[in-house]
């Protein structure tokens, strides 16, 4: 099974080689979230606003990076970034169906970026394609707020 976070994602350059940063960013903290651990705002973000790097080692798409590992992350048909190391603090943005937050891709290195204004405090959410949704997340429920809106239904 070809797993991957968003194939959908703007394209805004090729692929380039890089050291992988280890500095936690200022303004997230990370704490429990309704899909488990998440990524939420300490400070506000405007929208356009880049909020994380989504880092990790670079991998060959072709590659085995053992069984089903859910932090790859597509950069080009080459290569993917194995998000999976706890030091890659994007890995705690959560998928959601109404997100607040788009991941861009700029000249190979993935960014998640605000997509409206995010108050503090706010957890930090994109859509991770229809592939990822399909296959890990619609099985088990999607617990996102919009979704988890939807089951709650109206309040009569």
Do not use: Q
């Not at 939420?40 to 929208?47: C, L, P, T, V, Y």
């Not at 700029?106 to 706010?122: D, K, Q, S």
């Not at 099985?139 to 707020?145: D, K, L, M, Y």
């Amino acid at each position: 099974m070809d797993v991957h976070h968003p194939n959908h994602m703007k394209e805004c350059g090729k692929g380039s080689s890089r050291k992988i940063h280890h500095e936690k960013p200022e303004g997230v903290v990370v704490r429990r979230s309704p899909a488990g651990l998440g990524l939420f705002a300490s400070r506000e973000f405007r929208k356009g606003e880049t909020v994380i790097e989504y880092v990790g080692h670079r991998v060959s798409t072709s590659a085995e990076v053992g069984g089903m590992n859910r932090y790859l992350f597509r950069v080009n048909s080459r290569w993917d970034i194995d998000g999976s190391p706890r030091w890659n603090t994007a890995r705690y943005v959560n998928h959601s169906c109404r997100p607040n937050c788009e991941a861009l891709n700029r000249r190979g290195r993935i960014f998640i970026v605000a997509c409206r204004h995010i108050p503090a405090g706010e957890e930090f959410s994109y859509d991770y394609g229809p592939e990822y949704v399909d296959e890990l997340i619609r099985p088990h429920g999607c617990r996102c707020v919009k979704c988890a809106e939807k089951k709650k239904g109206p309040i009569v």
